[in-house]
Each structure stands twice: as structure tokens, then as C-alpha cells.
């Protein structure tokens, strides 16, 4: 027996002890054999040190490593070819339609996740079909053509992903990313299947109890994706680190900066964003420019500074021309957004200029579809 530290930790290494998470879960069971993504596990859960047998540990040939290896680089050769065929051939119909084609297979993987394998297949070639439309999405704009308050999880999901693809643009991030991250958005919430349903819509206060329930999804859903093909690590350290924060008051390992990994900090813009803008069983929607002020007061200290200012800039500066309606009712069209106040436009109802940013107790309340 022997406590080894996680940097001398090599693959081969066999546990006699559990490997728990700083929530107290089984991260990984006494008799396992160290793998190479083992150690990414542990690495990404901060396991500083772990108790191995020194007698029994067994190193992996390099013949075990390369074949396997081979296997696992031609099996996703395959799914990645077949994928682009699907996708090439695809009778593509609306966005709407695509849209809602989504919603029905993010339902049934979270209705499956836990008891069946997550279907991966199916979720990116929707996904990639989906974003072939891409081009008709607009943050601001865009409301699902049917949602039902209980669905709010799906359309969160769905409407995470996409935001999440336009930001990772945005962002310049390498074009290999872009549909990962829309990967990371879509599941970065897979683990709230495991959670009671009604904590999750539940209007009230939660206890201590219940709140540390909830948090646990965080967990839930990086173990349920650890396993899954097709995606990367980003993904699944998405699902574990969405609700970290910059300046490290955030869960479940308290993160801080860079620690939190650059999918993460998208996704979490992505998320707060359509958790807010989108209706709940227990309150109301919230206007996307309202939402664009909050997420930008929580920047300081909490979200990535540079990827909000990347994201309201860009979602706001095509908006020329938008009809709205202000917090008062009058409905105008925005005619000129100021670069240093991006959700606080000029205004223009009925010949007048508003400039909502002299006329702070003015907001825009709704953004109304084209007519």
C-alpha cells in the first residue's frame, strides 16, 4: 500500500482505496486499474493524492497503448464520415422544424441518460444539421416556434448550444471547437436528470439540503459523459465546471480563471442568458436587453469579462432598425446603439428619440419578431 501523489501517478497503478469527489461520490472504485484518462479524471476533479498497491501495478505495453489506440481513432473515423454523409444528404427543412426535430432528441437523452448510453450519434447529426441554419439565428430575436414551461430544461439545452457555437466564433476560437462547444452547451445539464423533478421546479425557498442535492448535477453529469465517445474533454468538464465562477466562490470545486476550462466560461454565458430570457413553471421570461445589464454587472468577479463584452457587443450591433417595446408600453424602432452602451440604444417612437441611456428608468422590455 502506498499514498502516491496524482504527478507521480502513472497508468498501470491499481486503487485499494475509492477515489471520492470533493462531494463525496465514488469518482473512481478501489480495485480499478489506472488508465491514461484516468488521470485526466483525477486531474480535473484537483485529486491531489490517491492510495495505490505498489505490489500489483502493471504497466501497459506500448503494443496495448498503440492498438488500442488504433481501435478507438478508426472507430471515430468511421462515425465522423458517416456523420458528414448524413448531414450532406439531409432533407433539410426549416430552422424551426430542425429546431424542434432537437428538442426531440435532447428530450429523449435526458430521459435515457443513466439507464441507457447517451445518444451521441444521433445528438451531433441533429446538432450539425441544425446548425447548417445558423445563419437565421439571432440571439435576440429567436423564440422557440412551441415551448411548454416544462420543457424549459430542453429548449435551455438546445438554445445553450447554438448561442454557445455563435459565441465561440465570436470569440475566434479554432473552427475545431465551434461544434464541440455547441456539444458542451447542449449537455452541460445532462446531470439534472438524476435530480428529483420537482426540486428543479420548485417555486419555493430549497433548503441546505435540497440545494446541495441540486448542486450535485454538476458531478452527475460529468460521470455520465466521462464514458461517451465523439466528444471531447471540454465537454465533459462543461457539465462539472458551468457553475464555477472566476474569482472561485463557484461549485462544485471552486475554480478559479483559467483553472475553469474555456468551453465552461462560454457555456455559462450561453446558460445565464436563456435561463433568464426563457419562461419557467415558477416565473416569467425576462427581456433579453434586462438580462444583457445583469449578465454584465455579474461579469465582475463571477463570469469571463472578455467573453460577456465579446458576446453583448456582437449580439447587440445588428439590431439597427429592430422594432421594440420599452418598459412603458410604446413600441419604436432602435436607430443607433452606442458602442460604450450596448443594451441602452437610441430609441425612436413616433418621431422622438429616446436615449435610453440618459433615461435610465426606461428599458427594453421586448424585442418583437419581424413583421
Same mark, same amino acid.
Given at each position: 500500500?502506498?499514498?502516491?501523489?496524482?504527478?507521480?501517478?502513472?497508468?498501470?497503478?491499481?486503487?485499494?482505496?475509492?477515489?471520492?469527489?470533493?462531494?463525496?461520490?465514488?469518482?473512481?472504485?478501489?480495485?480499478?486499474?489506472?488508465?491514461?484518462?484516468?488521470?485526466?479524471?483525477?486531474?480535473?476533479?484537483?485529486?491531489?493524492?490517491?492510495?495505490?498497491?505498489?505490489?500489483?501495478? #502493471?504497466?501497459?505495453? $506500448? &503494443?496495448?497503448?498503440?492498438? *488500442?489506440?488504433?481501435?478507438? /481513432?478508426?472507430?471515430? @473515423?468511421?462515425?465522423?464520415?458517416?456523420?458528414?454523409?448524413?448531414?450532406?444528404?439531409?432533407?433539410?427543412?426549416?430552422?424551426?422544424?430542425?429546431?424542434?426535430?432537437m428538442i426531440i432528441v435532447i428530450k429523449k437523452a435526458f430521459n435515457e441518460a443513466g439507464t441507457f448510453e447517451i445518444p451521441i450519434f444521433e445528438l451531433r447529426t441533429q446538432l450539425a444539421i441544425l446548425i447548417l441554419h445558423i445563419k437565421n439565428y439571432q440571439v435576440l430575436h429567436f423564440t422557440p416556434p412551441s415551448i411548454k414551461k416544462e420543457d424549459y430544461v430542453y429548449h435551455n439545452a438546445v438554445l445553450t448550444a447554438l448561442t454557445s457555437y455563435v459565441i465561440a466564433q465570436w470569440c475566434k476560437l479554432p473552427s475545431k471547437d465551434w461544434v464541440q462547444v455547441a456539444l458542451a452547451g447542449l449537455l452541460?445539464?445532462?446531470?439534472?436528470? #438524476?435530480?428529483?423533478? $420537482? &426540486?428543479?421546479?420548485?417555486? *419555493?425557498?430549497?433548503?441546505? /439540503?435540497?440545494?446541495? @442535492?441540486?448542486?450535485?448535477?454538476?458531478?452527475?453529469?460529468?460521470?455520465?459523459?466521462?464514458?461517451?465517445?465523439?466528444?471531447?474533454?471540454?465537454?465533459?468538464?462543461?457539465?462539472?465546471?458551468?457553475?464555477?465562477?472566476?474569482?472561485?466562490?463557484?461549485?462544485?470545486?471552486?475554480?478559479?480563471?483559467?483553472?475553469?476550462?474555456?468551453?465552461?466560461?462560454?457555456?455559462?454565458?450561453?446558460?445565464?442568458?436563456?435561463?433568464?430570457?426563457?419562461?419557467?413553471?415558477?416565473?416569467?421570461?425576462?427581456?433579453?436587453?434586462?438580462?444583457?445589464?445583469?449578465?454584465?454587472?455579474?461579469?465582475?468577479?463571477?463570469?469571463?469579462?472578455?467573453?460577456?463584452?465579446?458576446?453583448?457587443?456582437?449580439?447587440?450591433?445588428?439590431?439597427?432598425?429592430?422594432?421594440?417595446?420599452?418598459?412603458?408600453?410604446?413600441?419604436?424602432?432602435?436607430?443607433?446603439?452606442?458602442?460604450?452602451?450596448?443594451?441602452?440604444?437610441?430609441?425612436?417612437?413616433?418621431?422622438?428619440?429616446?436615449?435610453?441611456?440618459?433615461?435610465?428608468?426606461?428599458?427594453?422590455?421586448?424585442?418583437?419578431?419581424?413583421?
Open positions: 500500500m502506498a499514498l502516491m501523489s496524482i504527478i507521480d501517478l502513472k497508468p498501470g497503478a491499481k486503487l485499494i482505496k475509492d477515489v471520492q469527489t470533493p462531494l463525496g461520490g465514488i469518482l473512481l472504485p478501489k480495485g480499478k486499474v489506472i488508465l491514461p484518462r484516468d488521470l485526466e479524471i483525477l486531474r480535473a476533479f484537483l485529486i491531489q493524492t490517491v492510495d495505490i498497491d505498489n505490489k500489483q501495478t #502493471k504497466q501497459p505495453t $506500448s &503494443l496495448e497503448f498503440k492498438n *488500442n489506440k488504433d481501435q478507438e /481513432t478508426d472507430k471515430q @473515423e468511421e462515425e465522423e464520415a458517416k456523420l458528414e454523409q448524413i448531414v450532406r444528404l439531409a432533407d433539410l427543412t426549416s430552422f424551426d422544424e430542425e429546431y424542434d426535430k452541460h445539464n445532462i446531470g439534472n436528470s #438524476k435530480i428529483d423533478q $420537482s &426540486l428543479l421546479s420548485s417555486p *419555493n425557498s430549497l433548503s441546505d /439540503t435540497e440545494e446541495e @442535492e441540486i448542486r450535485k448535477h454538476t458531478t452527475y453529469g460529468y460521470n455520465i459523459l466521462k464514458q461517451v465517445k465523439a466528444i471531447n474533454d471540454g465537454v465533459r468538464l462543461t457539465a462539472l465546471q458551468h457553475h464555477e465562477k472566476i474569482d472561485g466562490t463557484g461549485y462544485p470545486l471552486k475554480l478559479v480563471g483559467e483553472q475553469i476550462h474555456i468551453y465552461a466560461r462560454i457555456v455559462a454565458v450561453a446558460d445565464i442568458f436563456h435561463a433568464m430570457t426563457l419562461e419557467k413553471p415558477y416565473r416569467g421570461s425576462i427581456s433579453p436587453y434586462q438580462v444583457l445589464e445583469q449578465i454584465l454587472q455579474e461579469s465582475f468577479g463571477k463570469l469571463d469579462p472578455k467573453i460577456v463584452q465579446i458576446f453583448i457587443r456582437k449580439a447587440t450591433q445588428f439590431h439597427h432598425g429592430t422594432i421594440v417595446c420599452l418598459s412603458d408600453g410604446r413600441r419604436g424602432s432602435i436607430i443607433f446603439t452606442d458602442r460604450d452602451h450596448p443594451t441602452r440604444p437610441m430609441v425612436s417612437v413616433e418621431g422622438t428619440i429616446i436615449n435610453l441611456v440618459a433615461e435610465r428608468q426606461l428599458y427594453i422590455k421586448e424585442v418583437l419578431p419581424k413583421q
